[in-house]
Every structure is written in structure tokens, then in C-alpha cells.
């Protein structure tokens, strides 16, 4: 089951081939998400415990400790909900145990998961939970064909590997000019909202861009530049340079911001 593979046709028409993660990934990446959150559990418990020693009133206390029983209870289920709801979208499909274990979510056709797909798949997690010890969701993970659990059925999700170059002792050739250029990731600020916007059809074509820019005559690279410019810059919120070489800066920038999370190696 390691050796599952999918091929993902984009809507923009592009082919694509994700490594499915499977059963073994997939639980150790829970484990690991669950110890994180037991240790939140388990520190919200001791605060209640602290706020409730030495209550000098005892039917103020027995109030108290309804009420915060209470509390607790919702804060423990928005917390354990919420954690995966919230790493998910906001970070790339990934979640510290999954990042851990390199493996994201994504859509079924190749583009990161919407906000719809992650509040669906979470909230599912109660049935997948079922009977108890998510029994339910490690028999469909197991048995089905793309290794999806309930949740993911219904998102239109799936849980694939990701395998980022390691080349921390050799750059590409566009990596040694951005580095020439002394060019760095934190040299842009884009929102968070205008990376979501993203799509798989943006990135192929900034890195077409970038692995091009060193073969180009200057003229080609100048109108390419201008016209890869006219269409991410406004999207992600950026102004237009009149310098060419300032909007090729941009561009490059731009590259190595999105090549995190859209860079596989499958």
C-alpha cells in the first residue's frame, strides 16, 4: 500500500501524481496531534482545578463549579475540533503531526483544501470516531481504494505524501541567482487571504517562469516578466514596479514563497 499512487487531472489540465499516504502515516500523524492536544487537555484541567481550590463560599463554589464544568467541556470539544478544522486550512493541509509525518491534505483534484472541505472533514471525525478508538475511520482508511475515511469521502478530500528536495548543499541554477540577487522570502509581505487564492494553474506558471528565466534573451524575459506581473501581482495584492528588475525581484520572491507548500517531489 506505500507504493499507491493516484494521478490527478487539474482543472487547469494539468497531470499530476501524488504517493497516497496510507494507514501507518496517517496514524502516526493522529498520535502525535492527539499527545499535542492532551497536553492542552491536561492544562486546561489544571487550571480549573487551581481556580477552584479555596473557595471561600461553598454554594458559591458548587455555582462556580457547574458553570465551569460547563465551559470546559466546550472548550475541550472546540479545541480538539478546531485544532484540526484550523491547521488544515490555514496551513496548507498540514497540521504538526502530519507535517511531521510529510504527508497534507488536499483536494481531489490537486489544489489545497478549501475552508468548506476542512469544516466537512473534521466535523465527520465523530462518525469516523465511531464505535470508539475511531474504529470506523481506520476500517475505511484501510479498506478503500484511496485510502479516504468518511470524512474525506464527503470533502471531496485526500490525504497524500509530500517529498520536498533536499538540496541543502546544492542549488538550482534559479536558486544561485536569487541568492546572487540576495533575495529572501521575508523581503515580501503577502496577506494570508491572498495566498489562498492561489491556484495550481498561478504556480505552474510562476515556476515555468523562474525555470526559464535564465535561458531567456533579455527582451522575451522582459515582456514575460510584464506579463506574469499584470496577472499575480494584483492578485496577491502587490503594485507593479516600473524597474523590470524590481518586478523580477517580485516574481522570484514570489516563487519561493509558494514553493513550500506547492513544490512536491511525489
Known amino acids: 500500500m506505500n507504493d499507491d499512487r493516484i494521478n490527478i487531472k487539474t482543472p487547469e489540465y494539468v497531470s499530476l501524481q501524488f504517493q497516497i499516504a496510507g494507514l501507518g502515516s496517517r496514524t502516526a500523524a493522529y498520535i502525535i496531534d492527539q499527545l499535542i492536544l492532551m497536553a492542552f487537555n491536561i492544562a486546561i484541567v489544571i487550571i480549573f482545578l487551581i481556580i477552584s481550590i479555596g473557595q471561600p463560599d461553598l454554594l458559591f463554589f458548587l455555582d462556580l463549579h457547574s458553570y465551569l464544568i460547563a465551559i470546559i467541556i466546550i472548550g475541550i470539544f472546540f479545541i480538539n475540533w478546531g485544532y484540526f478544522f484550523a491547521f488544515e486550512y490555514f496551513s496548507g493541509g498540514t497540521t504538526p503531526g502530519k507535517r511531521m509525518m510529510g504527508i497534507r491534505v488536499i483536494q481531489e483534484n490537486g489544489h489545497s483544501i478549501t475552508l468548506l472541505s476542512s469544516f466537512i472533514r473534521n466535523l465527520l471525525r465523530i462518525i469516523d470516531s465511531l464505535p470508539a478508538g475511531y474504529f470506523l475511520g481506520i476500517m475505511m482508511i484501510f479498506f478503500h481504494s484511496k485510502h479516504k475515511r468518511i470524512g474525506d469521502l464527503v470533502a471531496g478530500s485526500i490525504v497524500v505524501h ?26 515580501l509581505v503577502i496577506d494570508e487571504w491572498a495566498l489562498k487564492s492561489i491556484n495550481m494553474k498561478d ?13 531567456l534573451p533579455k527582451s522575451e524575459k522582459e515582456n514575460l516578466t510584464k506579463q506574469i506581473a499584470g496577472i499575480l501581482l494584483p492578485k496577491l495584492g502587490l503594485e507593479m514596479e516600473e524597474n523590470i528588475q524590481e518586478v523580477e525581484d517580485k516574481l522570484l520572491i514570489i516563487y519561493l514563497i509558494l514553493k513550500d507548500d506547492w513544490e512536491f517531489e511525489l
Open 203 to 215: 504556480w505552474k506558471l510562476i515556476q515555468t517562469y523562474s525555470n526559464r528565466f535564465l535561458q
Open 162 to 187: 509530500e517529498r520536498k528536495t533536499n538540496r541543502k548543499n546544492k542549488l538550482s541554477p534559479i536558486e544561485k541567482e536569487i541568492q546572487a540577487r540576495g533575495l529572501s522570502k521575508n523581503d
